[in-house]
């Protein structure tokens, strides 16, 4: 089964949308999470990372994202979406005392000019 | 700043070949790890090193080795290769503590014929 899932396979907004993309996670214990863009054509690149203190994290170019350990959940969002936007975006986790990567199977996101 | 190097960038191969791809890390960093992303997936942790040492091992084939160098770039040896090898293969480098980030190079394109 896989243990970081990503609801949304494929999304397509229009420029200035709202966006949120749903990640869970299956482990117990302590992880760390982390978002994973890749444009077109390029390689990973880090939106943002959580490992402990205040569950609203702000990223780079406009990012945020929530931890709720209750849902085992770090959703990632943006008020308003450029066409630049339009990539893959993957949700990874590391888990207890291994630096290893578990990620989701990735959103693609397609923004419309 | 410095990035992760990876060469080659692009490799085609015949099958039962044998196929080599480097991964110089960032400066200081000291830790790395090789990812295998097949077309249209997440990227699948293979094997990571830390001082030289193996420190974690993921879903690699037994066809596949892997060593990191005093330097400390790594390399990654593939033997008998398979159709199904064909993939992206990303290294990433971080500094050993379990909050450091994985910084990703470009990834090495292989394609096995």
């Known amino acids: 089964a896989q243990s970081v899932s990503q609801h949304n396979h494929h999304v397509i907004l229009s420029e200035a949308a709202s966006l949120e993309l749903g990640c869970n996670y299956s482990?117990?214990?302590?992880?760390?999470l982390f978002w994973y863009v890749q444009y077109p054509g390029q390689h990973l690149q880090l939106l943002l990372k959580y490992f402990s203190g205040d569950p609203l994290v702000k990223g780079i170019k406009g990012f945020e994202a929530e931890f709720i350990k209750s849902k085992f959940s770090f959703n990632l969002r943006k008020p308003s979406v450029q066409w630049s936007d339009t990539a893959e975006y993957f949700c990874?986790?590391?888990?207890?005392?291994?630096?290893?990567?578990?990620f989701g199977q990735g959103t693609t996101l397609q923004v419309k000019p | 700043a410095a990035g992760v190097i990876q060469s080659p960038r692009h490799l085609i191969k015949e099958k039962r070949e044998t196929a080599t791809l480097k991964c110089y890390p960032i400066?200081?960093?000291?830790?790395v790890y090789w990812y295998q992303q097949g077309p249209g997936q997440d990227p699948q942790f293979l094997i990571s090193f830390y001082e030289k040492m193996q420190s974690d091992k993921g879903s690699i084939p037994d066809r596949f080795s892997a060593q990191q160098f005093s330097d400390y770039h790594s390399e990654l040896n593939m033997s008998s290769l398979e159709l199904g090898d064909s993939a992206l293969y990303f290294c990433?480098?971080?500094?050993?503590?379990?909050?450091?980030?994985?910084?990703f190079g470009p990834g090495t394109r292989l394609l096995v014929l």
């Open positions: 990433a480098s971080s500094r050993r503590t379990l909050q450091e980030t994985q910084y």
């Open positions: 990874a986790v590391t888990r207890g005392n291994t630096g290893k990567l578990i």
């Open positions: 400066p200081r960093h000291d830790t």
């Open positions: 482990y117990g214990g302590t992880v760390n």
